[in-house]
C-alpha cells in the first residue's frame, strides 16, 4: 500500500490508545502511516508471556526497551536484552516470554500495519465478557494469526 501521509508528526511520551485488558499501546496506526506498518508498545509482567503463535501477514520487529526477552522459535531459543533489536519474519512461529522478575516493555513494528485491528477487536471482547479459548481463535484467524499453543 503507497504511503498517503502529507507532513511529518510526533507521538509524544505517555500518549496513545491505551489497551489495559490486551496489555498495549497504539503508537502509530496504519491510518497514520499509510497503511505502512503499526507501531505499539506492550508490557510483560514478571515471569510472563505468550504462546506460541504465528502471523500470516506480519513481519515484527521488536525492540527491548527495558528488561530483557526470551524469544522461542520452535525448538530454538533466542535471547534478547535491554537495547536489543529482534527481527520476527511472519510465518515463523514464536512466542515472547519475560523471564526475569521485574516487567518488560517492548516497542514492536508490524509490517504491514493493520494489526492494530486484532488488539482493537480482542480488547473490545474482552471488555464484554464473551471471550473463550474459541472466540479468541476464531478472532486471531481473522487477522492472519495462528495459535499453535
Known amino acids: 500500500m503507497q504511503s498517503n501521509i502529507s507532513k511529518p508528526f510526533v507521538v509524544p511520551p505517555n500518549s496513545g490508545k491505551v489497551l489495559k485488558l490486551v496489555g498495549v499501546t497504539h503508537k502509530l496506526i496504519s491510518q497514520q502511516t ?3 506498518y503499526y507501531l505499539f508498545e506492550s508490557e510483560f509482567d514478571p515471569e510472563s508471556g505468550n504462546g506460541l503463535h504465528v502471523h500470516t501477514y506480519e513481519d515484527e520487529v521488536v525492540y527491548v526497551v527495558q528488561g530483557a526477552i526470551l ?8 535471547e534478547a536484552a535491554e537495547g536489543s533489536v529482534a527481527h520476527l519474519p511472519k510465518g515463523i512461529p514464536h512466542a515472547l516470554y519475560n523471564p526475569l522478575k521485574t516487567p518488560l516493555r517492548i516497542l514492536a ?5 493493520g494489526m492494530e485491528q486484532y488488539f482493537d477487536e480482542l480488547e ?7 471471550m473463550d479459548d474459541a472466540k479468541h481463535k476464531e478472532i486471531s484467524r481473522k ?3 495462528e495459535w499453535l499453543e
Open 143 to 145: 487477522y492472519g494469526i
Open 124 to 130: 473490545s471482547t474482552l471488555q464484554d465478557g464473551s
Open 71 to 78: 524469544i522461542r522459535l520452535g525448538d530454538g531459543k533466542l
Open 34 to 36: 499509510g497503511g505502512s
Open 109 to 113: 513494528l508490524a509490517i504491514p500495519g
